[in-house]
């Protein structure tokens, strides 16, 4: 079994600050891609930032300049540091991995559970 279990959710004023951490943890081989998405009441399941084995970066443009992804390929973690929060950024955040299970040929796509950010004053 695979798990991937998110922190670091809350409520914080506009202007402000969060950090989400997300873990990794069970049978896995290796992992590929990990990234954050994000989903509004009422509206998709949308990408935030990605973030490639090697380091490469893929935003959003709603979060460029604000929001940095990074990770610890040793840890098997990923951490959206999110800067500058607005109000539209409220949302649920789920932490997303393609992964390499043992023992099982390909690569899967895993998802936390969510955790809520509230940007409001």
């Known amino acids: 079994q695979v798990q991937l279990v998110e922190s670091g959710g809350g409520l914080v004023q506009p202007g402000g600050s969060l950090r989400l951490s997300c873990a990794a943890s069970?049978?896995?081989?290796?992992?590929?891609?990990m990234g954050w998405y994000r989903q509004a009441p009422g509206k998709q399941r949308d990408l935030v930032a990605t973030?490639?084995?090697?380091?490469?970066?893929n935003y959003a443009d709603s979060v460029k300049g604000r929001f940095t992804i990074s990770r610890d390929n040793a840890k098997n973690t990923v951490v959206l540091q999110m800067n500058s929060l607005k109000p539209e950024d409220t949302a649920v955040y789920y932490c997303?991995?393609?992964?390499?299970?043992?023992?099982?040929?390909?690569?899967?796509?895993?998802w936390g559970q969510g955790t809520q950010v509230t940007v409001s004053s």
């Open positions: 973030i490639t084995t090697g380091g490469s970066t």
């Open positions: 069970g049978s896995i081989f290796s992992i590929n891609a």
């Open positions: 997303n991995a393609d992964l390499v299970r043992r023992g099982v040929v390909g690569t899967y796509h895993y």
